[in-house]
């Protein structure tokens, strides 16, 4: 096969209901980029039946549909019981995807029955060329979300072992890894055959702040109220409690300001309860939790004057580079994609992970020097503008094309 097609697989479910099949917003926003560069696409993933959780749409009323886009929904594999019973009847359809197009590149989760280790499982025993794909170190993520009773620390902590242990096997036998940012890069550069860093942002040049939105934002900083914003899951691998106790720290120290935390998720209500044990009112953060509204999103982001952030584990999240695009600064926790991203144009202040007193610093610095504060406006203004939808996807097709036709 060699008609510029490729199978791809996403991590988000879909959800089929009524004989229709949906699917997460922003995934259908990559798989329109993704078409744009290949002549045809088939894209599988997890598939369950019942209504859409929301963010999720109708997949056929945004043009994703055969036969330039395929979906292919696949049988729940993460339920040990399916994976069990269809895995060799999931492997079948994935061979012959993989043989009905020309590209194959797979997004790697590493769990057992994760649809991405089966499909770089089958494309290694057939010997056929494929990339996988990484935007975090998934076995990080299992110890960094684990609770605190022994028995769930001793589950996470084989579960990370199996995944790390299949990591590096992905990494080692794919011809190609794609790997978002540059933390994730130097995770697994060591040991990874075809290493590549790639970065994955779905705002365009239009959302992007223009200069005069930019000079705006940086002026009305001088004596505005410091607003404070983050975009993004209440998961314990973004540090949610960091990020509360670092507000707290600016209370106490008499530092006023508007946070938003913009995002559901399973420590919203610890945070919640964490921001009024520490006396932070109503009028001191609003959780907003899950917004569907990207345009909302968006405003969130171009009204804050900074976006502070406190990742604990090494992943390459894209609401850094969209603060960027909104002129809004980055300062939280320093790892290399952070730094990357600070470094292009000095728009932002990084501490050492897990410092919220430093942090709380810095932010209390910010406040007081207003003129500090607008420049890194101003060069967030100035950095990412080379990271938009359309220029990341055509880079990763670039990049797909050209190692796997080899």
């Known amino acids: 096969m060699s008609d510029n097609s490729l199978l791809l697989g996403f991590s988000a479910p879909m959800y089929r209901q009524a004989g229709r099949l949906f699917v997460e917003r922003q995934t259908i926003s990559g798989l329109l980029a993704w078409k744009e560069n290949f002549a045809r696409l088939a894209a599988f993933s997890i598939c369950h039946d019942g209504p859409p959780p929301q963010g999720w749409e109708d ?16 049988p729940n594999t993460y339920d040990l019981k399916v994976y069990l019973r269809e895995r060799k009847a999931v492997a079948d359809r994935l061979l012959a995807l993989m043989r ?61 072992t199996v995944m790390a242990r299949n990591e590096k096997r992905a990494v080692r036998g794919a011809e190609l890894s794609l790997l978002h940012g540059a933390t994730v890069y130097r995770h697994f550069k060591p040991v990874a055959r075809n290493p590549h860093q790639v970065e994955d942002i779905h705002f365009t040049q239009e959302d992007r702040l223009d200069a005069a939105g930019t000079q705006a934002k940086a002026a009305g900083a001088l004596t505005e109220s410091l607003r404070i914003v983050y975009c993004g899951r209440a998961a314990p691998m973004k540090g949610p409690l960091d990020w ?62 900074l976006l502070l952030f406190c990742h604990l584990s090494d992943e390459s999240p894209r609401n850094l580079i969209e603060s960027l695009h909104s002129a809004t600064p980055l300062v939280g926790y320093r790892d290399p994609y952070s730094a990357e991203l600070v470094n292009e144009q000095g728009a932002g202040v990084l501490i050492p992970r897990g410092d919220t007193q430093a942090l709380g610093q810095a932010v209390e610095t910010l406040a007081g020097d207003r003129q500090q504060l607008a420049a890194l406006i101003r060069a967030a203004g100035a950095s990412a503008a080379h990271l938009t939808r359309d220029s990341v996807f055509r880079h990763r097709s670039d990049i797909i094309r050209r190692q796997l036709s080899v």
Not at 59 to 74: C, N
Not at 255 to 260: K, L, Y
Not at 289 to 303: K, W
Request: net charge neutral; charged share 20%.
């Open 59 to 74: 997949a056929g009323a945004h043009g994703i549909e055969a036969p330039g886009i395929t979906l292919v929904p696949l």
């Open 100 to 160: 009905d197009t020309q590209y194959h590149t797979f997004p790697y989760g590493g769990w057992i029955g994760d649809p991405g280790e089966i499909a770089a499982s089958v494309a290694r025993r057939h010997g056929i060329a494929h990339a996988v794909w990484f935007d975090r170190v998934e076995s990080q993520v299992v110890r960094a979300e684990v609770g605190n009773s022994v028995s769930t620390r001793l589950k996470a902590a084989i579960r990370a």
């Open 244 to 305: 509360v106790a670092t507000l707290a720290w600016l209370k106490g120290r008499g530092i006023a300001f508007e946070a938003r935390w913009l995002g559901d998720g399973e420590m919203l209500g610890a945070m919640q309860s964490a921001a009024a044990a520490a006396g932070l009112s109503g009028r001191d953060i609003v959780f907003e939790g899950f917004v569907t509204d990207p345009a909302r999103v968006r405003e969130a982001y171009r009204q804050a004057h």
